[in-house]
Each structure stands twice: as structure tokens, then as C-alpha cells.
């Protein structure tokens, strides 16, 4: 999973609602299709960006396909976020004009 591609499909109201639906419970693809006023291939469309970047998974089952939250891309999106924090809570302020401990 590459950041960018990550971020990209984090990037749009659509695949977040979609991940926020299915963060209740896997979905076939046809009740995703249903929540939304948008065509099929709309619809086909964001849940490829959302596959793409690692985000939901599918499995076909007899004649639907399943997707659910891949959590695993979760769980390192969240221990990217807290070694992101710990870095910035690591960095010392500026100090004006370079001196250092008052000399």
C-alpha cells in the first residue's frame, strides 16, 4: 500500500461513507449500490480505489460479491498516525537567532 494511493481513496466523501458502512459489517456489493444515488459503474468505480489501496476486500459468493474492511491497512494507517505524533511531540521549538541554553 503506497501513502499516496492510500490517501487518495481516503480523499472522497463517497468511499468514506462507503468504509464507514461497511465498518458495520460486510456488504454485497449490490446493497453498497443501493445507499447511494449514484450509477453502478460510480459506484464500481470507488470500490476499485478503495481495493487498489488495500482499504476493503472481496469474495465472491455464489452470485454476489462480498466486501468488507481490511482491517490490517487500519491497524498500520493508525501506527503511522502515532509515529507521526510521536515525532512531532519529539521536536524541540525554535529558538530565535540560534542561541542555545542562553549563551
Do not use: C
Amino acid at each position: 500500500m503506497g501513502l499516496n494511493t492510500l490517501f487518495k481513496a481516503l480523499g472522497d466523501d463517497t468511499r468514506r461513507e462507503i468504509l464507514r458502512r461497511l465498518a458495520r459489517g460486510d456488504m454485497a456489493a449490490g446493497e453498497i449500490a443501493a445507499a447511494f444515488d449514484l450509477s453502478w459503474p460510480t459506484i464500481s468505480h470507488h470500490l476499485n480505489v478503495l481495493k487498489e489501496a488495500g482499504l476493503v476486500q472481496d469474495e465472491k459468493k455464489g452470485q454476489y460479491v462480498i466486501y468488507s474492511l481490511n482491517t490490517t491497512v487500519f491497524q498500520d494507517i493508525a501506527g503511522w498516525l502515532f509515529d507521526m505524533l510521536g515525532i512531532i511531540t519529539e521536536r524541540q521549538p525554535a529558538r530565535k537567532g540560534g542561541v542555545k541554553d542562553g549563551k
